[in-house]
């Protein structure tokens, strides 16, 4: 049986890399945990980078502003607790302007790789949480880090809310970020992790865990998400209940396909059959 996860996925980060700093947002909550994480990054050059500005709140976004030369202000998901403040950091930054990376480098949009002054950030679709969800790879040198948004959190485990979330995009996701290995994980809440690959697979485990409770709960005749989280949340404070059927909808679409999509292979095997019997 899993259980609801409150802790870290990961070590916690003991010291962060000398050209990251982390200014949090004054909107600690359920959902933001102790508040948006947002990151700068400054290149040896002086010129900084910020991921996430934040809600707008004028002393946060005054403090953004005076943790480097912004140049260049990015998003990891288009969720407000991450972007309300842009236009206001670019108020106070009138130098810095928005990277809207394409992902995977296509035709359209910016390149996927951002050079600036000796920082490099690479760009990765992690979609899942959102369908606009990326992870940005950071380096200065040879020192990398991992900026996941909301697809990993420092503590605790993220929503995934169908429309716009998905949870086979969002174990894909977790799958690739896997395979980035022992690299630090600068979160879009909570602390900073030490390892974004072990991270990854313990999210994974805990999502295919869940995945096989919930299974049988329906089995036993639970038809609504409400009917669900009674049952599987039940250790869990009632007033993240909303935030847990939101989840378990998307497990229940997500099971759905899967059982659509075997009925499908099944019909097609049987066809199959029945054509070269004798």
Not at 100 to 111: F, L, N, V
Not at 143 to 168: K, Y
Not at 247 to 256: D, E, G, K, P, T
């Amino acid at each position: 049986m899993t259980v609801h996860v409150t802790e870290s996925s990961a070590g916690v980060l003991a010291q962060l890399p000398a050209w990251v700093t982390l200014v949090r947002a004054p909107n600690p909550g359920p959902m933001t945990l102790d508040g948006t994480n947002t990151w700068v990054l400054r290149a040896p050059s002086g010129d900084a980078v910020v991921v996430d500005p934040g809600p707008l709140h004028e002393g946060h976004l005054a403090a953004v502003a005076g943790a480097g030369a912004v140049r260049t202000v990015i998003t990891t998901h288009h969720h407000p607790d991450h972007t309300e403040g842009v236009e206001r950091l670019l108020e106070l930054c009138p130098s810095a302007r928005v990277w809207r990376p394409t992902a995977e480098g296509g035709d359209s949009g910016e390149p996927s790789v951002l050079r600036q002054g000796g920082l490099e950030l690479r760009c990765i679709a992690t979609p899942g949480h959102t369908a606009d969800s990326v992870t940005l790879i950071g380096g200065v040198g040879d020192e990398r880090v991992v900026l996941t948004g909301d697809t990993i959190l420092g503590r605790g485990t993220t929503v995934i809310a169908e429309p716009d979330g998905n949870l086979g995009d969002y174990l894909a996701s977790l799958r690739l970020l896997e395979l980035l290995g022992p690299l630090p994980v600068l979160p879009g809440h909570g602390p900073a992790l030490t390892d974004v690959g072990a991270a990854a697979a313990f999210y994974l485990r805990h999502r295919l865990a869940r995945l096989e409770q919930i299974r049988a709960v329906v089995a036993t005749g639970a038809t609504t998400a409400r009917e669900v989280v009674e049952i599987v949340y039940a250790d869990v404070d009632p007033a993240l209940w909303p935030a847990a059927e939101a989840s378990v909808r998307a497990q229940l679409a997500y099971l759905a396909t899967e059982s659509a999509a075997a009925d499908r292979a099944a019909t097609q095997s049987a066809g199959a059959e029945s054509r070269t019997s004798p």
